[in-house]
């Protein structure tokens, strides 16, 4: 096998550990997402309560969104996502409840969305099923 041959090999290896890689980190990323209690909070943010350090959970959730590199299939859902919790910190931060209640049922959906679209993404993938 000539040297050529063996750097190409190592090249697509390495391509491949890096897809992997970025797979497990996704799902990783959204079973950190589903944990975090989004469902709750949002229902609660939405009926205009306050909640001890609901903001620090929107904090965390928006970085774990933004350090993800998410499957192409699921950019936009990502991107919905990190917009809405772009928006909602903002209104925490001017204090402006009624955009936080109105913020609130999207922030519900399209967690959902992202992470419900990632798994049937991965189901997919793996079993080769739509």
């Known amino acids: ?18 897809e992997e890689l970025a797979i497990h980190t996704a799902y990783t990323s959204a079973v950190a997402i589903d944990s975090a209690g989004l469902h709750d909070l949002s229902e609660a943010l939405g009926q205009g309560r306050e909640v001890p350090h ?9 970085k774990i969104v933004n350090l993800t590199t998410w499957p192409e299939d699921l950019k936009s859902r990502s991107l919905e996502l990190k917009n809405i919790l772009s928006d909602m910190i903002a209104a925490f931060d001017e204090e402006k409840k009624e955009k936080i209640r109105e913020l609130a049922p999207m ?6 969305r992202l992470c419900n679209g990632f798994y049937d993404w991965l189901l997919k993938r793996n079993t080769g099923k739509s």
Do not use: A
């Open 1 to 18: 096998m000539s040297s050529s041959t063996s750097l190409e090999d190592m090249g697509k290896n390495l391509e491949s550990l890096k």
């Open 54 to 62: 609901g903001l620090d959970r929107i904090k965390r959730v928006n």
């Open 107 to 112: 922030l519900h959906s399209s967690y959902h």
